[in-house]
């Protein structure tokens, strides 16, 4: 299958699409600064710029697949500049994808990335599949506009899936690469109540995951990549400081003083989502880190 990817040089990109090279994929990377037609172990890379409009967009009809995972991060004071380019750089990016695809019509499909941030930042205990409603903060805010750009591919016949991703854990980036040094120099400690649930995916299953929706059919909608036991914060901590062999011997981190520090990005860390893979399950899709500690030991042992 040749498959175009929009953020494929990220954290999450970079394990993917080395993931559906290995398994004989031709992969296209969309990229702001690489160069046009470079070959590299079943990759090439495009030229352009997301979030406008230009010739990349050319490139999309003659693949059987678009992955779509460009987004600003979010892990950032949330200022009215960041939070505009949390916005944009998802729906324009999506929005462009999703005209290229229009160009050319027929059976493609888009894999299109969201997050567990739909469903809102709760403190309640509340399971949600994908057919939970959406929340009304502006995470969820974002969601809900991201995924709309994303469905209007159907108008072009291709088939949707909306990946809404949990807290990827991975060995070369995302929360794990911030959260291990300070529990290493023993400073972790629970976040808040610590009662907050914390959805999380490992990424090698998460790249199972993207490439069993690609091999599947009859897959569309949104689809919840998350592990099928999700923890609490201070669970999450526990078994975060046994696995590096670390005492726990700081005290909470108190809700006010995240709120002081990081805004209104810092109640985004003392709320969470108790979300659950019921799709995938039912679709017979096998997770290899089904736990927490199983995830650990396979991403920080050696």
Known sequence: MKVFVTGGTGFVGSTLTRFLAARGH????????????????????????????????DEVGGHDAVIN???????????????????????????HVVDALARAPGGRVLLSTSAVGYYGGRLDDTILDE????????LSEVG???????????????????????????????????MAPAFRRFMGSPLGSGRQWFP??????????????????????????VAPNPVRNREMTEILARVLHRPLILPSVP?????TVMGEFGDVLLKGQRAIPRRLQEAGFRFRHPTFQEALVSLLSG
Not at 208 to 213: G, K, Q, S, T
Request: charged letters at 25%; one cysteine or more.
């Open 26 to 57: 031709e992969i296209t990377i969309l990229t702001r600064s690489g160069p046009r037609g470079e070959a590299r172990q079943g990759m090439r890379f495009v030229q352009g710029d997301s979030m406008k409009p230009g010739p990349w967009q």
């Open 69 to 95: 995972l460009a987004g600003a991060s979010i892990f950032t004071p949330w200022t009215s500049r960041a939070r505009r380019m949390i916005l944009d750089s998802r729906v324009l990016t999506t929005r």
């Open 131 to 138: 057919g939970s409603s959406p929340g009304s903060d502006f």
């Open 144 to 178: 809900v506009q991201w995924e709309a750009e994303a469905l209007r591919a159907r108008d072009s016949g291709a088939r949707v899936v909306i990946c809404r991703l949990g807290i990827v854990m991975g060995r070369n980036g995302g929360a794990l690469a911030q």
């Open 200 to 225: 999380w995916i490992h990424e090698e299953d998460l790249a199972e995951i993207m490439a069993y929706v690609l091999e599947h059919s009859e897959i569309s909608g949104p689809v919840n990549c």
């Open 255 to 259: 809700g006010f003083v995240l709120r």
